[in-house]
């Protein structure tokens, strides 16, 4: 399944619903499945039972696990059987199915509960060998904490940061968790992932490499801008996370291009560390890390304002965004 956030207009405003992708349609999954319940049971009680075992908030239904999902499915045939007879409403008359362009996409979770970041490709790490690892790297996967408020998704504009004068893109991609969990062993943790998307990393360099030569720290503020995620969660069984070719371009132009195999860290293990005497919830967010020469930094290539950056996932989709306006210069002075 393709599952998506996204936001459609109503009389009284906007209202955020999850959906999932079907034909270039989106199908309103709560509402598709209340459609289903009132169908087969009658109105009384639909709406309630459909909140409580297909919520329209993604954290809500991931934690629904097995469950959900199962009804998600259950939804996107009952939705596919029946669309033929014509559009069918919900029980008040509510849209259920939605053309492409009528649903703004927001990222898949549109608030992760945490965002971690991994170093998963030596390539990227290494600058293709020319800069020697220490030892630690290939003893433990590394990450750092981003911040889940700075999430946006796509078709969003990607803020430039007054602070900065290189900002860079990052192609990667990365999964979200599906169930809690702490001490996973590794043999276990696929169980554990609830579906992947495309991440980009966005990265003011200067201030990045500051902070973190200057204060062995971080990375921190070179990061908190803006992390872009989407276009949907593609669950495990529609993707191979061991080979897929991924490709960033800028205004259409190929900039970077790998396969996601070329990782030295597996998401077995990944999840296995991330969760030693830590728990791991329903919406928690873990990046790829960038795959090497990935970014602009490592092929001394840099975007500007106005810059339409796609990344591009088998099996996922494209993450396409437009970069904004450079605002004046800021500088800290203390």
């Known amino acids: ?22 034909q270039n349609k989106v199908i309103d999954l709560n509402m598709g499945y209340t ?29 629904r696990g097995e469950e959900g999902k199962d009804r998600a499915k ?17 029980p008040r008359g509510e849209k259920i199915v939605y053309e492409m362009t009528e649903a703004k996409l927001k990222a898949p979770v549109p608030r992760p509960n945490s965002l971690r970041d991994y170093l998963s490709f030596e390539g990227h790490s290494s600058f293709s060998g020319r800069r020697q690892l220490d030892k630690g790297w290939y003893e433990m996967p590394v990450c750092y904490k981003g911040n889940p408020d700075t999430v946006i998704g ?39 992932i ?8 966005v990265s003011a360099r200067d201030i990045q490499l500051k902070e973190m030569v200057a204060g062995g720290l971080g990375p921190a503020k070179g990061k908190d801008t803006c992390s872009v995620m989407g276009p949907c969660l593609v669950t495990p069984d529609e993707v191979n996370p061991k080979n897929l070719q991924m490709v960033a371009r800028i205004n259409g132009e190929v900039w970077s291009e790998n ?76």
């Open 1 to 22: 399944m393709k599952l998506v956030t996204f936001v459609v207009p109503t009389p009284v405003g906007q209202i955020q619903r999850i959906g999932a992708v079907h």
């Open 35 to 63: 459609h289903y319940l009132a169908s087969k049971h009658g109105s009384s009680g639909a709406y309630e039972l459909a909140a409580a075992t297909l919520p329209p908030d993604m954290i809500a239904f991931l934690k």
């Open 74 to 90: 259950l939804t996107i045939d009952y939705m596919a059987k029946y669309q033929a007879r014509g559009n069918l409403l919900g």
């Open 154 to 192: 796509p078709d969003e504009i990607i803020p430039w940061p007054a602070f900065t004068d290189l900002l860079d893109y990052e192609l990667e991609y990365g999964i979200y968790i599906g169930k809690e969990g702490k001490n996973i062993l590794r043999e276990q943790a696929e169980d554990f």
């Open 194 to 201: 609830a579906g992947y998307t495309i991440f980009n990393d």
């Open 259 to 334: 396969n996601s195999g070329t990782a030295y860290w597996s998401w077995s293990q990944i999840i296995e560390f991330a969760s030693m005497e830590e728990t791991l919830y329903p919406g928690d967010f873990l990046g790829s890390g960038t795959v090497e020469r990935g970014c602009g930094m490592e092929l001394d290539r840099w975007i500007k304002p106005g810059d339409v950056i796609e990344l591009e996932v088998e099996g996922i989709g494209i993450l396409k965004n437009r970069v904004g306006e450079k605002p004046p210069k800021r500088k800290f002075a203390r």
